[in-house]
């Protein structure tokens, strides 16, 4: 991978200067406009539903530092068959991401799976996961947000007999990547505070020591927008459907103009953090954007289920989360194309596993939510200024870990636009043009 070229930087974007419009009101979007906004910029944040309602809205509320490695490995290509072969696993292709995968995701996904390539892969997101929990404490400071945001490390547990091997493969792993974990040993009286209705079931597990949770992801964007407005920012509720250039109006002004269904809004810099609709709005200027949705799926339950942090069920492959509104159970993943519908078995299927684990009673009443996580070949953000389009800037392709490096992403995207640090070209708009 090259490095980043210091002979060509992108040019700096200066409080000042004119107006930002960061268009998705995602966690990632929200986490850079305000960061922007507290750079002394003039920032209008754009998105076509209430911040907050997309992708953000659903996920695990996990922050999941111990996911250093990309997915895309030949370790991942590995357990595809199984995993598909398996109508109650956790991942499945829809019939509308069939054209995607053989317009070349596929194939970046097989290039990104090299040796070589993972490996440096590795490293970048390694180098973004370090700093993940202090880059969010920076960003909440102000906000009254600071107590959503929970570092208490979260449980992996076994179900099985005699999961020794498993976990001491599963801790193995963990140190060899630098992650703290602590085994929890045969003895279950040395074993963490459990609810008696997990004792019961579980025969092993281990503390990823190092973690944390979000208990409100909804809640947390919102706090972060309201942070935003309170320094001055802006928020339109449109849908941006183009993008055109300055240099393409006929008035020959310099700039952007945003075309959405009522009219155009005008920016003088673009940053395009629409997740897995970003591709709609970059491919149009010349970039290769290869974005897949990975659908996934939660059920709440309401009421307090006795966790105070994330429990991972390894044996089925769920993630359990204790929120304010419930215990919110997440899992599976669906390749999907833009028409595919979710698939109804997947929210039945977790309220199985939770009534099965005792964390559900028979006839309780939950609600379920499903929601796209925008994923790129490589499993690396995009994260850059475009050296052919002056004012234009991407955040997005965050796939499973948009909460976990929305902080992270937010500083670095401020130093990129601000011309304190130079873009990685590991994750570079153009990396697949």
Known sequence: MPAADAS???????????????????????????????????????????????????????????QLLPLASFATLRRVPGLLLNRKGPLGIRKGALPILARGWARDFLAACLPANHAHGTKVLSGLIETVVQDWRTLLVGTGAEGRFQTRGHHSVWEGAAPGAAIA??????????????????????????????????????????????????????????AFVARGGRVERVAVEALETGQALESGGAGWRLRHPGGVLNADAV???????????????????????????????????????????EDR??????????????????????????????????????????????????????????????YLPMLDASRRHPGLYAACGHQHLGLTLAAVSARRMADIVAGRALPDPAMALDRFS
């Open 169 to 226: 493969a599963s801790v193995a792993a963990a140190q060899t990547l630098g992650v703290p974990v602590t085994n929890w040993g045969p003895n279950a009286t040395d074993w963490p505070d459990l609810p008696d209705v997990l004792r019961t079931r579980v025969t092993g597990g281990m503390t990823y020591t190092g973690t944390g949770h979000v208990n409100d992801p909804f809640g947390l964007t919102q706090d972060l927008v309201a």
């Open 8 to 66: 060509n930087p992108p040019m700096p974007f200066r409080p000042g200067s004119g107006t930002i419009a960061v268009v998705g009101a995602g966690v990632v979007g929200a986490a850079t406009a305000l960061t922007l906004v507290r750079d002394g910029h003039d920032v209008i944040l754009i998105d076509k539903d209430e911040p907050g309602r997309g992708c953000s809205y659903g996920n695990a509320g996990h922050i999941a530092t111990e």
């Open 271 to 313: 940053l395009v953090a629409m997740g897995v609709d970003s591709g709609a709005l970059l491919e149009p200027l010349g970039y290769r954007v290869p974005l897949i949705a990975e659908r996934g799926y939660h059920v709440v339950v309401p009421g307090d289920s006795g966790l105070d942090r994330p429990v991972v069920f």
């Open 317 to 378: 492959t769920i993630i359990v989360t204790p929120m304010t509104m419930g215990l919110r159970a997440t899992s599976f993943t669906d390749f999907s194309g833009p028409e595919d519908a979710p698939d109804p078995r997947r929210p039945a299927l977790l309220r199985h596993h939770l009534r099965d684990i005792g964390l559900m009673r028979p006839g309780a009443e939950s609600s379920e939510w499903t929601g796209c996580r925008p994923s790129l070949p490589d």
